[in-house]
């Protein structure tokens, strides 16, 4: 074993206008000056839809079918004043848990600022129609700092027999039409949550430096969920939009920020800040199977952060990407930042896939991997297969990370388990049973060697975190919404 470089230092902070500020200012103008009467909407429906759409690109698509064509109406929850299921601004909810049932395809959800556990602490909020959800509000729904002062974390509790499934988990291709067919159409948007993962998850110490992925009911503990913070699964022809988020401490084998899109629908992630986590920051994933390349989900992948993506365990050879790109599918990746993968930076199984202006720094084993293909970045035109060959700008730097000082030493003095010097440390026993084995023709059964590290996807708070995604590099990777 080895113990891993501390993180990287020199960098220029220059402060770049991503897209997402654009929609923050649109949606402010439309929420002020508004009204409500009893029981309606401080902000109209039309005004949020059009607002999202305009600044996301994604408008509902024409191929909308009945089950999704709803109008929709406003949702206000509030975990200071909320009470009851009515959702109005006088009256809202005190979680997003307690109304999902309420739901109907098109609404829209405000959440002020504040903790949310889900419904009864469970952990988990699972939505089957296609819905906009915005967070970061204060109490009165007129301003919103989703990075500041009025945060909206969605969270739970780590106790036994806790839910483990995605902290928010949209699958609208679950609903069906009247005659049997899936529903088609509409749009998602998930804009200006924290998604922290730190309190769902098992640690072998009180430090929280490792996490466990087994349960100990004789101590009450969950599992820590092995489940990503955000993860949408959209209909044929939907489109999703997710912005201004961030995703935390989550412990998935695929993706954090997990989006798989079906035929002829679109996906929008942008200034998004992804940090500590196992499996892939951010997944973009295909629902396609066809070869008519005019039908293949089309995504934008633009000014996110991607920071300390792990492996799905200490001796894995699978996960620790910033970005995972699946086949069929067509995706623009631009001004990103990729850093400190156990693995690599992106990991594309063969997409059509334009790479501009992204900086990948401190990744371990590669830079762009092209189903078995690693490269560093200056490798990546020469050699590169499906890649799009007009890509320019990528670069390798190296920056200075801004989190915390605590948690960067505890990451800084971890070790890494090889998979090599486990298998060394294996032996075989001349027992009775591995000698009846072994007359039986059957594998002979070695000792057992401990694979957990003592330091494995350390908890890093929100407040250690959010300071790494306040300002890009040089235009590159997400930044705080104003």
Not at 149 to 158: A, P, R, S
Not at 178 to 193: F, H, K, P, T, W
Not at 310 to 335: F, M
Not at 352 to 370: A, P, Q, V
Request: aromatic share 8%; proline share 4%; with cysteine.
């Amino acid at each position: 074993m080895k113990k891993i470089l501390s993180l990287a230092i020199c960098a220029l902070f220059i402060t770049a206008g991503a897209n997402s500020q654009i929609s923050f200012k649109k949606l402010k103008d439309k929420l002020n000056g508004t009204e409500e009467s009893s029981g309606s909407s401080t902000l109209k429906e039309e005004a949020v839809s059009s607002s999202a759409s305009s600044s996301s690109g994604t408008a509902v698509s024409s191929k909308t079918t009945p089950n999704f064509a709803n109008k929709g109406r406003t949702w206000y929850v509030s975990r200071t004043n909320g009470s009851g299921q009515l959702g109005t601004k006088e009256r809202p909810a005190k979680d997003l848990g307690n109304i999902i049932h309420h739901l109907k395809p098109n609404d829209i959800v405000l959440i002020a600022g504040g903790v949310y556990k889900s419904k009864g602490s469970r952990g988990s909020d699972e939505i089957n129609v296609p819905v906009k959800i915005y967070g970061g509000f204060d109490e009165t729904f007129t301003k919103r700092d989703p990075w500041g002062e009025t945060k909206t974390v969605f969270t739970g509790v780590n106790e036994y027999m806790k839910l483990t499934q995605p902290r928010l988990y949209i699958r609208t291709n679950q609903q069906r039409e009247s005659n049997g067919q899936l529903s088609e159409g509409s749009e998602v948007v998930v804009d200006g949550i924290v998604f922290d993962n730190g309190p769902r998850n098992r640690y072998h110490t009180t430090e929280n430096y490792a996490i466990r992925r087994q349960a100990s009911p004789k101590s009450g503990q969950n599992p820590s969920p092995e489940s990503g913070g955000v993860v949408i699964n959209a209909s044929k022809y939907m489109n999703v939009t997710v912005q201004n988020c961030v995703i935390m401490n989550t412990a998935p084998t695929q993706g954090a920020l997990s989006v798989q899109v079906y035929k002829g629908g679109k996906g929008l992630i942008q200034n998004n800040l992804s940090i500590n986590n196992t499996g892939y920051g951010i997944h973009i994933k295909t629902g396609y199977m066809g070869s008519d390349k005019s039908l293949y989900p089309q995504f934008t992948v633009k000014h996110n952060t991607c920071l300390f993506n792990w492996k799905h365990d200490a001796i894995a050879s699978y996960g620790g990407d910033a970005l995972c790109v699946e086949r069929n599918l067509i995706a623009v990746v631009e001004n990103n930042v990729f850093g400190f993968g156990h693995m690599g930076g992106v990991y594309s199984h063969g997409a059509d896939l334009t790479l501009n202006n992204n900086l990948f720094t401190g990744n371990s084993k590669y830079d762009f991997k092209e189903i078995n293909a690693k490269m560093k970045v200056d490798d990546i035109l020469d050699e590169s297969v499906y890649l799009n060959q007009y890509s320019d700008g990528n670069e390798s730097a190296l920056i200075k990370i801004p989190v915390g000082e605590r948690w960067a030493k505890v990451y800084g003095n971890r070790q890494e388990i090889r998979r090599e010097d486990v298998d060394a440390a294996v032996s075989v026993s001349n027992s009775g049973a591995n000698q009846l084995r072994s007359m039986l023709g059957l594998n002979v059964q070695g000792n057992s060697v401990a694979m957990d590290a003592e330091i494995f996807l350390p908890l890093i708070t929100i407040e250690e975190a959010l300071p790494a995604g306040a300002l890009p590099w040089n235009g590159k990777g997400c930044q705080k919404p104003q």
